[in-house]
Structure formats: C-alpha cells, structure tokens
T-cell receptor, first 115, second 108 residues
Framework: GAGVSQSPSNKVTEKGKDVELRCDPI?????LYWYRQSLGQGLEFLIY????????KSGLPSDRFSAERTGGSVSTLTIQRTQQEDSAVYLC?????????????FGPGTRLTVT | DAKTTQPTSMDCAEGRAANLPCNHS???????VYWYRQIHSQGPQYIIH???NNETNEMASLIITEDRKSSTLILPHATLRDTAVYYC?????????FGAGTQVVVTP
C-alpha cells in the first residue's frame, strides 16, 4: 500500500518568506508526527497530532512555526518569515494510536533551503 | 523518556552478524526499546521493538538484558544495504527522541 508522502520534496525560499510543507499519512493512521533534521544532526521532534488535535506543541522551535491537521488525515507545517537556521529536512511520520507499541512510518522528507 | 547511549560508529564485514549495543540505564518500567535506522538521504525505518522479552522479526533480533538497562540489536547476516545510522530509543509513546545513533558501515 501507499506509504507516507510529503510535498514538495525540495523547497528553496528566500529569507523572510512563508512556506508550507505537506504530509499525507498512511490511510487509517490516527497519529501523525513532525520531525526536523538539520545537516549532520539527529532528528528533532517538533509536534504530534492525535486525530486533528495537537496536545503538545512545545517542540516547535518558535512561534513562527505552526501546524494543523484536517479530517484526521493531511497535515501542513507552516513556517512564517523563514530564517536561514530553518534550513533542514522536515520529516513526517504516522502510526496507529499514539500510545502503545505502534511503529512509526516515515515519509521521504522535504528538504528546505532558506537563502 | 530515558536517555540512550550508543557507540558512534562500527564496521561489519558483509555476511557476518552485526551486534549493536545500547545502554538505557534509566529506562522506566513502561518504556519500550525501539530501534530505527536511517539510510543516507532517506527517512528513518522501523526495525524492531521490545519491552522485556527478546524479540525477532525478519530484519533483526533484539536482546534485552534482564535488568533492562541495556540491549543489543543483532543483524544476523549484514549486507551492504544495511549500511546506515542505527538509532536506539527508549519511549513509552510516540514522541521519539533520536540521539546521534551508531553509524554502521558494512564492508565487502
């Protein structure tokens, strides 16, 4: 079956512009996660959704970052007024319910470059 | 979530077993041990997880010590395609905290 998909695969934007990153989870997966991986670094947890609700937003780096999920499916991560330090690969993952032993399936990521 | 400690890197000969250690001495009773790997330029891939008992699937085996303070991931017959960064994570729920992992290089 189809895996997690993300779009765009690559995004180059100028400093100060807003960007939207999209994630399509595996059908039926109720939990959705966003991570960030800067060059040569490990993965940094950003936010998770259970259904359309995001109970914990503390991982978002700043108030320029926001995310939403609609219909319990597609999620969008928005970065406003992008900065060069936002350059990274943004990864989305989905799983069955949040709590428990369900493995996360990751998408291929969106590589964001802020010039 | 408990912090995990892994070696920075290790080499393994193709066809041999790769044994990847992980320390998680502060793991709590309800936290599972998860292993993921990340092949260059791809998203992480789930390998295996366990709570107390040893586990085996088509990819690997997971050996967890009786005190649960450490574990070993075993790739029984490493191939060149197993070259990746391997992450050991202790977590109860989905907020996975990835550390630096172990860079495994499988050589011919």
């Amino acid at each position: 079956g189809a895996g997690v998909s993300q779009s765009p695969s690559n995004k180059v934007t100028e400093k100060g512009k807003d960007v939207e990153l999209r994630c399509d989870p595996i059908s039926g997966h109720t939990a959705l996660y966003w991570y960030r991986q800067s060059l040569g670094q490990g993965l940094e947890f950003l936010i998770y959704f259970q259904g359309n609700s995001a109970p914990d937003k503390s991982g978002l780096p700043s108030d320029r970052f926001s995310a939403e999920r609609t219909g319990g499916s597609v999620s969008t991560l928005t970065i406003q007024r992008t900065q060069q330090e936002d350059s990274a690969v943004y990864l989305c993952a989905s799983s069955f319910p949040l709590v428990g032993t369900y493995e996360q399936y990751f998408g291929p990521g969106t590589r964001l470059t802020v010039t | 979530d408990a912090k995990t400690t892994q070696p920075t890197s290790m080499d393994c000969a193709e066809g041999r077993a790769a044994n990847l250690p992980c320390n998680h001495s502060t793991i709590s009773g309800n936290e599972y041990v998860y292993w993921y790997r990340q092949i260059h330029s791809q998203g992480p891939q789930y390998i295996i997880h366990g709570l107390k008992n040893n586990e085996t699937n088509e990819m690997a085996s997971l050996i967890i010590t009786e005190d649960r303070k450490s574990s070993t991931l075993i790739l029984p017959h490493a191939t060149l395609r197993d070259t990746a960064v391997y992450y050991c994570i202790a977590a109860y729920w989905g907020k996975l905290q990835f550390g630096a992992g172990t860079q495994v290089v499988v050589t011919p």
